[in-house]
C-alpha cells in the first residue's frame, strides 16, 4: 500500500495491512512543515529462532510504534529528538515499513518458554 504523502492533512488516514500473521494498524496525519505522523500497531505472531537453542518458536507481538515520515531530507535544528523515515519520492509504502518494523523486533534478543 502506498500513499502519496502531499494528500496527507490533518485528519487521520487510516491504514491496515498484514504481512503472514502480523497486522499493522494505525493512521497517518500531517504534523508540520515536510513532516507525516504515524501511529500504529504491530500485533500478531512471528515465527522466529530462539537465541538460545535455536529451535524456532512463535513469538507474541503487540508493540505501539509512532515515528515521524519526512517529504524529503530532514534538517534538524538540533533541540527535539524525533524517529523520522526520509522519504525521497513523495510516497511512503506501508508494505515496507511493516517490514522494516518486523525486521527490527527479530533483531532483538527473544528466547523461547524452555529457555527463559
Known amino acids: 500500500?502506498?500513499?502519496?504523502?502531499?494528500k496527507v492533512t490533518k485528519t487521520p488516514l487510516d491504514f491496515k495491512v498484514k504481512s503472514d500473521?502480523?497486522?499493522f494498524k494505525g493512521y497517518l496525519e500531517y504534523h508540520s512543515g515536510k513532516l507525516i505522523l504515524?501511529?500504529?500497531?504491530l500485533n500478531g505472531f512471528l515465527i522466529k529462532p530462539c537465541d538460545v537453542c535455536g529451535e524456532e518458536f512463535k513469538l507474541?507481538?503487540?508493540?505501539?510504534?509512532?515515528?515521524?515520515i519526512c517529504d524529503g531530507i530532514f534538517k534538524d535544528d538540533n533541540?527535539?529528538?524525533l524517529d523520522v523515515v526520509e522519504s525521497f519520492n513523495d510516497t511512503v509504502d506501508i508494505e515496507e515499513l511493516l517490514?522494516?518494523?518486523i525486521e527490527l523486533i527479530k533483531s532483538d534478543y527473544h528466547s523461547?518458554?524452555?529457555?527463559?
Open 60 to 68: 507474541s507481538v503487540d508493540e505501539d510504534v509512532e515515528f515521524f
Open 79 to 81: 533541540s527535539i529528538e
Open 38 to 41: 504515524l501511529k500504529a500497531n
Open 21 to 23: 500473521e502480523i497486522t
Open 99 to 101: 517490514n522494516s518494523e
Open 112 to 116: 523461547c518458554e524452555n529457555c527463559k
Open 1 to 6: 500500500m502506498k500513499v502519496t504523502l502531499r
